[in-house]
């Protein structure tokens, strides 16, 4: 009995020192919000940013630095970390949020509140833990789902630190963590790399490998500023310098990590402009592409992977098609004005997962939300980008799998079926392997969106159907954003928390938040299926 409880008691203090190191990485980045509103005058979110850092800096370095441990992780440990960490990090990163709200006099955060309006600042739905961790789950899950009904009375320094936590989820926190700090063993650095992203290695190290997935992430991030600051000038040159660098900066980290997040009142649709509707076309496109395609390209000077990589030229045909195939359905629907403006602009945000909004989608028919769920936001963009959803990569090998089993009766029973597909090459073992996988990972995936559209339609305010049940969840599993406005502060806190928890299980693909309640209910030890 000794023995067991001593191997509980390690295990905690393995687990509970790895969350520590993400916790420091945390209080560090808090440093940044805190600039921010230091420069916009913006005094209690500066002091609450400063507080925040430091309880999230204190808690991490008790964790990380005095918890002493004799054993790495297991497989089992590093995806229990990974889903308790991310856990961690967005309860943790809704302090700001909580602090903010509660210390932000009245009359001063009135101020950022347009004049000859009745309503008061959205600062204060913050008050409402949940409402904080569910603004702070949906930022660093990438989401870009709001309880922020008025998002420019939240003032400069909180609107910045919403895109900033979706950039800091979008290539991954663990993954952060590890190019940071390092750690002492590649072994527990590859368990958990493996637990959170997809992976693939990019150089012979683990740690090079998150460092490499950093520096192009945040290349990324940099040129699509840039492109939006030409951009916006050269569309709107009317538009205050200011205002232009502060949303093209916000944009461009909402953008990269297709979080969705934005500065302004109705999300892309406040510059009711044609033109800059296409012009946030391409940072979503960008962002829904996989990082290790743009280090192949970028590092390794493999320009033919534009055309070669698949789920690449997946991502830029279904775009093209479903764009058009949206808006003609809208334009049969005769209920949406401009409808090749919105269907395009709408299945790119729905398809990327990044969740940017010009149209009203509650007011759609019911087949036009249907396509987009299924077809978008279902799908999502490549494996090993900043996307949710089922990934495009599965849906084109469950498709393959298809075609060679239909094939495969027509075959002689004496041959080999080796399965080409994504430039490998997979013996039949092989492939019905990944087919299980993915079949297995697709169910789940459907019974979460079933489970949480149930859910929805029987706690959402009145006013709405089945449809918009079905989108809300699959925008929130999928960790997209859309929103028909189901999502809201007077939402029912039933709703709120299985919101919450699958954005958090859409970003972590299910299995690893499976895995901890697994391991909470019935604990580590293998069990007879």
Known sequence: MNLMQNSKFGTFKMIFRQIGGLLIILGYAMVVPLLVS?????????IGFLFSGLICYLIGFLLYKKIKVTSEPLNRHAIIIAALGWLSIAIMGALPFIIIAYITPTVIAQQFVPTLTDYQSSIFYFKNPLHALFESMSGFTTTGLSMALHVPTIG???????????????????????????????KVAYLLYGAESTGE??????????????????GLTLFSFVYLVIGTYLIIPEYSITENIFDSINHAMAGQSTGGFSTLESSIATYHSTAMDMLYLLPMILGALSLPFYFKVLKEKQFSQFWKNLQTRSIIILSAIGGIILSFMLIKSGIVSEPFRKGIFQFISALTTTGWQTSDIHTWDSSSVLFIVVVGMIV???????????????????????????????SSDNSIKIVKFNEKRMLPDEMNSELAKVATFVFIYLLLLIVGTIITYYFMIPGFTLKDALFESASALGTVGLSCGITNPEMSPVLEITYIIQMWAGRLEIIPVLVLFRAIFLGTKPKVV
Not at 38 to 46: N, R
């Open 38 to 46: 230091l420069v916009y005058s913006e005094f209690y979110s500066t």
């Open 156 to 186: 400069k320094g909180l609107i910045f630190y919403r895109s900033y936590t979706q950039l800091l989820g979008g290539a991954g926190f663990i993954v952060l963590t590890i190019a940071l700090l390092g750690q002492t063993s590649g």
């Open 201 to 218: 290695r990019l150089r012979p190290g683990i740690i090079q490998t998150t460092r490499s997935i950093w520096k192009t992430y945040i």
């Open 380 to 410: 999502g963009g490549a494996a090993g980008a900043t996307v949710g959803g089922v990934k495009i990569i599965r849906i084109l090998l469950l498709f393959k799998g298809l075609s060679w089993h239909i094939n495969g009766y027509f």
